[in-house]
């Protein structure tokens, strides 16, 4: 949801207000010409104020990543020394006391098997303290790394970007903090030149942590002290609970306070308090049926109106139901989704009907039987999407039917705690999905896929090799950081044990001696599975989930017919 509403509401920051009813408030000429009179807007809090904190807030810092063999590079930017060498110490490195005395951090930058890099990331808006985002990490200018795979950062801090630079230790005070391992594109092409400046970039997967709760106030675009008390009264009144939601400060300022129960969906919470009508008495129906007529017009916003039409209440489910039967898809969905989040039990049928047709909004109606996991809808109906020949219709309906609780056709396996592998049965064409923001997660959608034999397999520049005659189990082995190769590993010829084998770090047997895995990195999983779907080693359609909007890992490339974009 988090795409449309960003747009929604720098939209609205954009928009000056329009005319309201002349009863209750006068409206200036210039008011009136700042916004025209569009009615996703009209009667609103966002006619009359913006959202302020609700924005991005881009952050950058200076970390280390280790773990790179001879990937790293010596060289540590002059700059950044001092900052890094003292970072280091405080974090342990060089102390005899954290048992990490015999590594000085000077030492450390200057071993080849560490880089130094530039973390960025966006703080989603509104974040609470302890939300994780996706960091970005980049190898520094002028330093010869040669790539960040299989590279773990160190814990590091990430300021406010001032004017798009970081400054070293400063100049604002920690805003987050990221850590974990680096994942690299799977796409790049060892074998393409243009490519290989593309080996220096990653990022952490869900690495950043927020750490305090960021600040959110509506602020009006006039000075008024009825109005500002007003927004405060109607915030209130749809969000009631113990602590206030919204506090006027003056008649500028009114500060919100995301509530408990809205903090997992903070982005949907904000999205209604700015869509909240301050329409009510009498008027409050003339509102509504105003906004359900807009809902039919083909060039209405239809996202803003559901929201002004959830946010009224369940009062408003009757005007709803009236749209569920509508010719126009749109405004059939979109009533259907106010009725969903409003609990209304007919709405059901109207979602069910849109996941089961092929269209643009398809996916969506899926979604919104995921999140809406108290709606009366037939097991069978997420179950048989799950074997849809679209991919992304595939996908959805087995993350809807996690959020339902129903994991009939799920069974999930963790491995190491890094990484989780659920396996779908599924009667279709077999698909290996990959997710690269917020958690690693690979999902294989199929019964026992194999690896095709006989095979012959090198990858991640010849560290890994994966070997089988026909009718043999699978002959596993890798080259180590410092040179040396691993033991030779078998594994049977399915994908499952493949995976389990590359991602699990070798540790100890209860029974003693070592149980040898490959120990990889999740980037390092997913670039051999591509690899092995391009060879047509495994007999899979490799999907990658795509980047969100605020930081996409292809620069801006569009995902439209590569391997990794579901397909309609």
């Known amino acids: 949801m988090h795409r449309y509403l960003i747009a929604s509401l720098s939209l609205l920051a954009l928009m000056a207000v329009s005319c309201r009813d002349k009863k209750e408030v006068t409206v200036t000429i210039d008011e009136a010409e700042m916004l025209p009179h569009l009615p996703h807007v009209a009667n609103t809090v966002s006619q009359y104020a913006v959202l302020e904190g609700g924005e991005m807030v881009p952050v950058q810092g200076y970390g280390v990543v280790i773990g790179l063999g001879q990937n790293g590079a010596r060289e540590v930017p002059a700059h950044l020394s001092d900052y890094l060498t003292n970072y280091l110490a405080k974090q342990g490195i060089g102390s005899a006391t954290k048992g990490l005395g015999s590594l000085s951090p000077l030492r450390m930058l200057q071993d080849p098997d560490t880089a130094v890099v530039l973390m960025g990331g966006a703080i989603p808006f509104g974040s609470p303290s302890g939300k994780s985002f996706d960091v970005s990490v980049t190898a520094m200018p002028n330093t010869q790394v040669r790539s960040l795979q299989g590279g773990y950062l160190l814990p590091g801090e990430l300021r406010l970007s001032w004017m798009g630079q970081a400054t070293p230790g400063g100049p604002t005070f920690p805003l987050a903090e990221a850590a974990g391992p680096v994942f690299v594109n799977p796409f790049i092409d060892p074998s393409n030149e243009e490519d290989l400046v593309r080996w220096r970039e990653g990022k952490i997967i869900g690495g950043g942590k927020v750490l305090k709760d960021q600040p959110l106030r509506i602020v009006l675009r006039r000075p008024d002290y009825a109005r500002a008390d007003l927004i405060r009264r109607r915030i209130n009144d749809t969000f009631p609970t113990i602590k206030k939601v919204a506090d006027a400060k003056n008649n500028t300022t009114i500060e919100l306070n995301i509530p408990p129960s809205w903090r997992g969906d903070y982005e949907h919470f904000l999205g209604l308090v700015m869509h909240i009508s301050l329409v009510s008495g009498a008027e409050w129906e003339r509102h509504a049926k105003t906004v359900i007529e807009a809902m039919e017009l083909p060039e209405a916003s239809h996202n803003s109106l559901s929201l002004i039409l959830e946010a009224m209440g369940r009062q408003v489910i009757p005007m709803l139901r009236s749209l569920y039967s509508s010719r126009n898809s749109s405004a059939a969905f979109y009533a259907a989704r106010a009725g969903a ?69 799920v069974r999930r396996i963790r491995i190491d705690d890094y990484v989780t592998l659920d396996v779908v049965t599924s009667q279709r064409s077999y698909v290996i999905y990959a997710t690269q923001s917020n958690e690693a997660k690979i999902v294989l959608f199929g019964k026992d896929m194999e690896v095709s034999r006989p095979i012959f397999f090198r990858g991640l520049d010849n560290m890994l090799t994966v070997r089988a005659t026909e009718g043999e189990e699978l002959s596993v082995f890798r080259r180590l950081p410092d040179g040396r190769f691993s033991d030779l590993v078998k594994c049977e010829p399915k994908v499952e044990s493949l995976v389990r084998l590359l991602a699990a770090r070798p540790d100890a047997k209860p029974e003693g001696g070592i149980n040898f895995s490959m120990g990889l990195t999740y980037g390092q999983v997913l670039a051999v599975l591509y690899r092995m779907c391009e060879n047509n080693d495994i007999r899979a359609r490799f999907v990658l989930q795509p980047a969100p909007y605020e930081m996409k890992i292809y620069k801006g490339e569009a995902l439209e017919g590569r391997p990794d974009a579901p397909g309609m």
């Open 341 to 409: 989040r409003l609990k209304d039990d007919m709405s059901a049928q109207v979602l069910v009907r849109f996941a089961q047709a092929p269209s643009p909004l398809q996916v969506k109606a899926i979604e919104e039987l995921g999140r809406n996991h108290y709606l009366l809808v037939p097991p069978q109906v997420l179950a048989d999407l799950v074997n849809d020949e679209n991919s992304s219709v595939r996908i959805a309906a087995y993350e809807a039917m996690l959020q339902r609780g129903d994991r009939s056709l």
